[in-house]
């Protein structure tokens, strides 16, 4: 077996994989703040000898570590392998996380440009979170209650804080909830092209990944305003993991700790170096009160 890590800002996401690829399992974990912990949780559920482990997400390095990882990718990477494994023939990759969303390009399975926003709430999986939230409809069913919407309602402003401004005005107005989160699915996607695609073509076939991937309302106006048709893979929700865990098929030997390391006790604490301009801040990790990483050194000297 082989193990995927996608350690991001809202969740990690772990998949299983044998020698072929074949998904043995999957595991959506929220982080609440504390990647580590949401680790060892999947963990507990990994089946199977591990022979390679491969790590991606924001918190990808520390992760590394703390498990024994064998590659260590970014996001970019990951999101294509996945997506190449799924359909070959993917030409473009829209990916909306939590807290960031991307766009990759990609030429006979190549990735060869790619745009991300990781300034900008909204648009992303938490910003639809609070809104759901806000108007009181559960965040599975925000994306059907778009599909109940019988008018075009205009939600302006290319920022998370405008476009809840204008959400409200236009509650206060006497608009219908499901005209208004369809109003708002168009204006994020608009946001989206805007932002990313920045008038760059975009070829089919699509894959639309990411936890927002769940939103048919998101799906529905990207296809809208894109003017292509969007496939959402079967696991849409993990595939920066499946793309970790292919990439490790060519393992010989694993640094994996083992599951026993769900056992183990990791404490993380800072301080700034003063060696010279940078004032890096430096994590440094321990594992059963060893030092096993610091973290964070621009130069190098801490590594």
């Known amino acids: 077996m082989y193990l995927g890590i996608d350690s991001g800002s809202v969740s990690t996401n772990l998949v299983v994989i044998d020698d072929k690829g074949k998904i043995i399992s999957t595991e959506y974990i929220r982080n609440y703040g504390d990647p580590i912990v949401s680790v060892k949780k999947g963990l507990k559920n990994v089946k ?100 109940k919407s019988k ?19 236009k509650q206060q107005s006497g608009f219908g909830k499901e005209d208004i989160i369809k109003g708002l ?34 799906k529905n106006a990207l296809e809208k305003i894109s003017g292509k048709k969007l496939t959402i893979p079967k696991h849409y929700d993990v595939m920066g993991a499946l793309g970790a865990a292919l990439l490790t098929r060519n393992v010989k030997e694993t640094k994996f700790k083992g599951i026993d390391l769900v056992k183990h006790d990791f404490v993380i604490s800072t301080f700034v170096c003063k060696e010279c301009s940078n004032y890096c801040e430096i994590s440094v990790v321990k594992e059963n009160n060893k030092i096993i990483a610091h973290l964070g050194s621009r130069c190098g000297k801490w590594s």
Do not use: W
């Open 48 to 147: 199977g000898e591990i022979k390679g482990v491969g790590v991606t997400g924001s918190a990808r390095n520390l992760i590394a570590k703390v498990v024994g990882g064998d590659i260590v990718k970014n996001e970019i990477t990951c999101h294509s392998v996945a997506a190449r494994f799924v359909d070959p023939d993917v030409r473009t990759i829209i990916e909306i996380g939590g807290q960031d969303s991307k766009i990759i390009f990609l030429e006979d399975g190549v990735p060869v440009d790619f745009n991300m926003n990781t300034v900008c709430a909204a648009g992303t999986g938490s910003f639809l979170d609070q809104q759901s939230q806000r108007m009181g409809i559960k965040i599975e069913n925000f994306g059907e209650e778009s599909l």
């Open 151 to 169: 008018k075009d309602v205009i939600v302006r402003g290319r920022c998370g804080i405008f476009v809840e401004s204008d959400m409200i005005n």
């Open 185 to 218: 699915c168009d204006a994020l996607a608009r946001n989206y092209f805007n932002n990313l695609a920045k008038n760059k073509k975009i070829h089919e076939p699509v894959l639309f990944q990411g936890g927002v991937a769940a939103n048919i309302g998101m």
